[in-house]
Structures are given as structure tokens and as C-alpha cells.
């Protein structure tokens, strides 16, 4: 899901890449062709718009007879809109599709077959092999990898300071979560120790993270004797919920505002008076060129009493209507703004110049390969903040296992929002019932799914 998904591919953070590959060939000379492509920032994010708009410049200078139109929904990936724009036909040309979608947007023919165009990502060879084989489907390649990430604790340093904590120490289990919880919302009026997120997928989404972080599971495994079945009305599943409960209505540490898609938190994280919620590294980022957070102020560390951690991301696919001068076109477009050295999203010396936060540790799909040691050296040349204030998140994220997002994610997710709804809005919730019912809507899905 986005962060980020935001999501998180309209970020002017910057990574840097050099490339093995295949030199994409001059478009001098090409047939004139117009491409769309999503994810431009918002006009309320002047400047990282107007870095999307230079390289959309700067790209179409470099290659002649190419015309981009960009659309700028916020985040990308909208669940709202994306599967009815996606059956009506009304996709860009170039489009993000979050990993729990790769498989339902490849099997009904919606993205295309981008096998004979992966040698215009120069440094194609250099992502992540598993992060290629989720766009892979018998062979054939449905999708370029833009982002892979786990999840950690974002926290406000500064709040933590001003409540009596060491911000060095952050939480690493859920009891500290709830101590320090409780010293920041006693700072005063609007001030929330935890924020977390009720509706829009993203409780469900949210639910998912706590839930794998103890050790828990939404489905069962592939393979189980009655087939695949919800797996949360657990143990672990109650205590994520009794959490919640005690935080929003015995400490009274979660403030009585409900938190509904994921622009809430991330505006309520950006005021300065929230001091924790889970996510990924590109929180800081989107909370700061978004939401005018100070880039100063926070840290992340990682998730607390962590058994596993939520592993997600997305991907760029080109519309099946592409003509091949479209899809040649759509393919260099990505790779110069989200796949080149110095350029797009990976100019982390505009970035620094623009006054974005440069340094936090995106989990970037290149790994430890040339194109990922460049990444990580870039990104400390043109550090704006500290990078020992993620070394907690770092350190946790290297030894904490992966675990992918569930399939049907987003429509999983829509039932889970009730659970977590429930939990913050009613302090009488049973949460029995409230699993219980989910249990029962996921199943139904899940048999009408086969």
C-alpha cells in the first residue's frame, strides 16, 4: 500500500543509480507520440511540483517528438479510484499498481507485456531479484519496481524531549509505546501520543502492520487443509485491538479526532503534536514536503517487540492500449526519473537545495547491488539530517523477516477498517464480536474469490 504509499513515488528525496543495462537509443527522429503518466505532486507541494515539472522539460528536450501529460492525484494509488479508472480503460499510459494488486491487474490483461522494452531501465540488472520476479508472471515482464519497504516507528524527537524522554531511546516495546504515549498527550491540548489511521484501507492496512509485528497473520498459509481462511481473530489480533482500546479510552493518549485515510495522519504528524504512528521511512519525507513537518524533528526506530514486519511496495506498469512508441516512450520516461543517477527523485542535490529531507533510509529496490551502493553514497554526500537519529530503524529493519501484504489486500483491508473504526470510536467495542464479524465477511470473500 502507499505510503505511501504515499504513496510514496512523487518523493524529491532523490536516490542516485548507475546502471548496468542497455543504453536506450536516441528518440531523434521518432514518430511525435504523447504519453500520460501519474503521480504528479500536488499543487500544494510548490516546489516538488516544480522539480516534476523541469524533468517533465528536461525529458522531453532530451527526447524529440515526445510529448508528457502528467496527472497529479495524491497519493497515486487511490483504492477509492483505482480499480473503476483501471476497468473503465482510464489508466495513464504509465501508472502505479501497489504490489497486492500486481497479480489481479496481470491476470486480467491490464498492464502490458513490457518484456521487449526492460533494456530502456538501464540498470535494469541491477534491482532486486525478488523484487523483479513479483512483476514476473511465466516469463514475461509486467512492471518496473519502484519501491520496496518494511515498517518502523515514526516518532516526533522533539516531543519526546519536551515530555521528559530520551529521544535516543525511543520505544521498543509496546508497554514503553504506551508510557511515552501518555507523557506526550499530558503536554496539553491537541497533542497525541500514538496517532493511528480508522478507514480509507489504511486502518485495515495499519492492522495488517501491528498485527505481523506480533507475530499474527491476516490468512492462512497456501496450502491448509480448508483452504485459505482469515487468520486474525487470534490472540495476537486481540491484543492489537486491546492496545488500541487502552491507549484511545484508558490513557486517553490518542486524541478523540478519528483518523480516516492516509492524508489525516500524515497532516496531524506534520503539525508537530503527534508523537508516534507506524510506517516506513518515507513518512519523514512525505510528512516534511507535504505537510510542512520540521525535517529536523523526527526519528524512526524499529517496530516495536517486531516477530516480523509488513514488507510492501509498487511498481510502474504502461496501459495495454500503449502503442509501441508509447510504451518505448513510457519505459524512458521511468527510467529517467525514477531509475538515473542524479536525476528525477534520485537528485538528492536538488533535493537539499529545495530544503527536502535528504538521509532517511529508504528500503530502495536495488539492494546492495552498484546501483544501491551509489543510492547509499549519494544520499549521505547531500545529507540534510542526522543520520544516526534512523540508525534504531536500520538496525532493526536488517534483522527483522519480511512479511508480504495479504492477496485481495485492498478489499481485505476495507473490512478491517471496521474493525479498527470500532475500536477507536466506541469505548464499549467488543472486540471479540468486532474479529469475529471481520472473520466471517473476510471468509465469505475469500470463498467467493475461490
Request: glycine share 12%; proline share 6%; net charge negative.
Amino acid at each position: 500500500m502507499k505510503r505511501s504509499a504515499g504513496l510514496l513515488v512523487a518523493s524529491a528525496l532523490g536516490l542516485a543509480a548507475c546502471g548496468s543495462g542497455q543504453q536506450a537509443p536516441s528518440a531523434g527522429g521518432a514518430e511525435e507520440v504523447t504519453i500520460t503518466v501519474a503521480c504528479q505532486p500536488a499543487k500544494s507541494a510548490p516546489k516538488e511540483r516544480q522539480a516534476w515539472d523541469d524533468d517533465v522539460a528536461a525529458f522531453m528536450k532530451a527526447n524529440p517528438g515526445v510529448t508528457v501529460k502528467s496527472t497529479d492525484q495524491q497519493p497515486c494509488f487511490d483504492p477509492k479510484t483505482f480499480g473503476p479508472k483501471l476497468a473503465g480503460g482510464q489508466m495513464e499510459t504509465v501508472f502505479v499498481v501497489p504490489v497486492t494488486n500486481y497479480d489481479d491487474v496481470i491476470r486480467q490483461g491490464q498492464a502490458l507485456d513490457i518484456t521487449p522494452y526492460t533494456g530502456e531501465i538501464k540498470n535494469w540488472n541491477d534491482l532486486r531479484t525478488d523484487v523483479r520476479e513479483l512483476v514476473t508472471h511465466d516469463g514475461k515482464v509486467y512492471g518496473v519496481p519502484n519501491v520496496n519497504y518494511s515498517v518502523g516507528l515514526v516518532y516526533n524527537r522533539k516531543l519526546f524531549t519536551e515530555a521528559g524522554l530520551d529521544p535516543d531511546a525511543p520505544p521498543a516495546t509496546w508497554a514503553e509505546v504506551r508510557e511515552a504515549a501518555k507523557k506526550i498527550a499530558a503536554l496539553g491540548p491537541g497533542h497525541v501520543g500514538y496517532g493511528e489511521y480508522s478507514g480509507g484501507n489504511t486502518g485495515g492496512w495499519h492492522f495488517t502492520q501491528a498485527i505481523y509485528g506480533r507475530g499474527g497473520s491476516i490468512l492462512t498459509p497456501d496450502g491448509t487443509p480448508d483452504g485459505k481462511r482469515a487468520a486474525f481473530n487470534s490472540p495476537e489480533g486481540k491484543a492489537v485491538l486491546q492496545t488500541l482500546h487502552d491507549m484511545r479510552w484508558v490513557d486517553d493518549s490518542m486524541g478523540s479526532k478519528l483518523l480516516v485515510g492516509w492524508e489525516s495522519l500524515m497532516m496531524a504528524m506534520g503539525s508537530g503534536k503527534v508523537g508516534m504512528m507506524l510506517g516506513a521511512p518515507d513518512v519523514v519525507t512525505d510528512v516534511v514536503n507535504k505537510f510542512r513537518g520540521s525535517a529536523t524533528d523526527y526519528g524512526i526506530t524499529g517496530f516495536p517487540e517486531a516477530k516480523a514486519s509488513l514488507s510492501g511496495g509498487e511498481a510502474f506498469m504502461i496501459n495495454p492500449k500503449a502503442t509501441p512508441a508509447e510504451a518505448e516512450a513510457g519505459m524512458r520516461w521511468i527510467d529517467f526519473r525514477f531509475n538515473t543517477v542524479g536525476k528525477g527523485r534520485f537528485d538528492f542535490a536538488r533535493g537539499k537545495a529545495n530544503g527536502n529531507p535528504v538521509g532517511v533510509p529508504d528500503n530502495d529496490v536495488y539492494g546492495d547491488s552498484p546501483t544501491g551502493q551509489a543510492i547509499q553514497a549519494e544520499r549521505e554526500k547531500h545529507a540534510t539530517l542526522p543520520v544516526g537519529n534512523y540508525a534504531g530503524y536500520v538496525r532493526a529493519a536488517a534483522g527483522t523477516p519480511p512479511k508480504a501484504e495479504p492477496p485481495h489486500a485492498q478489499e481485505l483491508y476495507a473490512i478491517l477498517d471496521v474493525v479498527m473504526s470500532g475500536v477507536l470510536s466506541r469505548e464499549d467495542a467488543d472486540l471479540d464480536k468486532l474479529l469475529a464479524d471481520a472473520e466471517t465477511k473476510v471468509n465469505a470473500l475469500l470463498a467467493a474469490k475461490g
